[in-house]
């Protein structure tokens, strides 16, 4: 494998291919440093974020790299959405995929993204509010949305880590 490559917005996917990057010194690449620094085909380690279920970023990568797994960093807990992302992005039989839970913070978030996630946190927020037995998963995400926050962790990473030490 030759590197990691990211799609980033609020900082907490690049905070995950950075921790991969330490772990098993490969460098870590945004995809748009990875344009002029690897050349094409080059075997690649992909973390994306997750808006509506597609991993930004990974249509791009794709054409230009080999990806040998995707890592797919959204609000929900990891592990899961696995089928939907798969699914959305039209992942190849066989290729690896991990989803991490990153965070929320509005006040990271630029452009449209910032504008989309605050209708978005108003409207999700306030059905599941009112929802009667919420999950745990539910229960995390709505704190996600009102209050902001951080769940990137070396835990999450584990099974990205097993993985890279398998093959």
């Known amino acids: ?12 996917t690049k905070e995950y291919a950075e921790m991969m990057s330490q772990k098993i010194s490969l460098p870590a690449f945004s995809l748009t440093e990875a ?18 279920g597609s991993v930004k970023g990974y249509s791009e990568a794709r054409q230009k790299y080999k990806i040998r797994a995707v890592c797919a960093v959204g609000m929900g807990k990891s ?9 959305h992005n ?13 965070g929320f913070d509005l006040n990271r978030l630029h452009g449209m993204y910032k504008f989309m ?6 409207v999700v927020g306030k059905k599941l509010s009112a929802k009667k037995d919420k999950t745990p998963d539910e229960e995390d995400i709505l704190d996600l949305m009102l209050h902001g926050g951080d769940r990137v962790s070396m835990e999450n990473l584990t099974p990205v880590l097993n993985w890279y030490q398998s093959v």
């Open 90 to 102: 039209h992942l190849p039989q066989g290729l690896p995929l991990f989803t991490l839970q990153g």
């Open 79 to 87: 592990g899961s959405q696995m089928d939907d992302v798969k699914k």
């Open 117 to 122: 996630m605050n209708t978005m946190s108003k």
């Open 1 to 12: 494998m030759d590197a990691i490559v990211y799609t980033s917005n609020s900082g907490f």
């Open 35 to 52: 344009k002029s620094t690897l050349k094409s085909g080059a075997e690649i380690l992909y973390f994306g974020w997750l808006m509506a």
